[in-house]
């Protein structure tokens, strides 16, 4: 696949990186967080996610071979601190005369679905790659994943369909200084949202633990 990336016909334009759903980057400590995530995709999201039938065990060591120093895992909590939606920006092998180029993948648990959290997790790994200097966004996924080729026409990127198989391309501009501030900023913001839900749920704790019932948390 990585051999299409120098296509004279991907669109220039770049993905707006601006969202309402604050997403955080992820590191080896939320390694657990990640696998009970993917844990509960039902059989239908786990193949629309990794292409093929996904049982346990393969989900338990494609989480276990994670590898954060290399990659970036993007991902979005709700209330409860559930990651409710996850992105996982590999990086591609180099090769000889074509562009720096990283593949996105992307699962939104059904109750985070209509929310836009998959627009913004591709907005956030797209700005991303800018600023690792990634020229060129990459998916790869089935031709009937309706979700995930919406997401990327929005983005504005070109689709290609074969054999049941489906590849979308991003041509990324370079970083600039808005772009690095921008990061920046997107990152203290979720880890802001973060730490709010964090004393929300320790507070609510305390009152449920306190009246024997359960307290109702915002969402």
Known sequence: ????????????KPYAAGSVVP??????????????HLLLL?????????????????????????????????????SELNLIGMAHLAY???????????????????????QGIGTALLARASMHSRNTRI???????LANNRAMMRLAQ????LVEYAHGDADAYLKLPPANSGTIVEE????????FDYALKE????SNDAWSWFLGKPVVRPT
């Open 1 to 12: 696949m990585h051999n299409k990336l120098a296509n004279s016909h991907l669109p220039s």
């Open 23 to 36: 997403i955080r980057e992820l590191h080896a400590g939320h390694r657990e967080r990640i696998l009970q």
């Open 42 to 78: 039902n059989e239908e999201d786990r193949r629309l996610r990794f292409g093929t039938q996904t049982p346990d065990e393969v989900i338990h060591r494609y989480v276990e071979k994670l590898d954060f120093k290399i990659d970036a895992i993007f991902g979005s909590f709700d």
């Open 92 to 114: 591609l092998p180099k090769i000889k005369d074509q562009p720096l180029a990283a593949e996105f993948g992307v699962s939104v648990l059904p109750n985070g679905r209509g």
């Open 135 to 141: 020229e060129i966004l990459f998916v790869h996924c």
């Open 154 to 157: 929005k983005a504005g990127m």
């Open 184 to 191: 920046a900023a997107n990152e203290q913001w979720a880890d």
């Open 199 to 202: 004393n929300f749920k320790r």
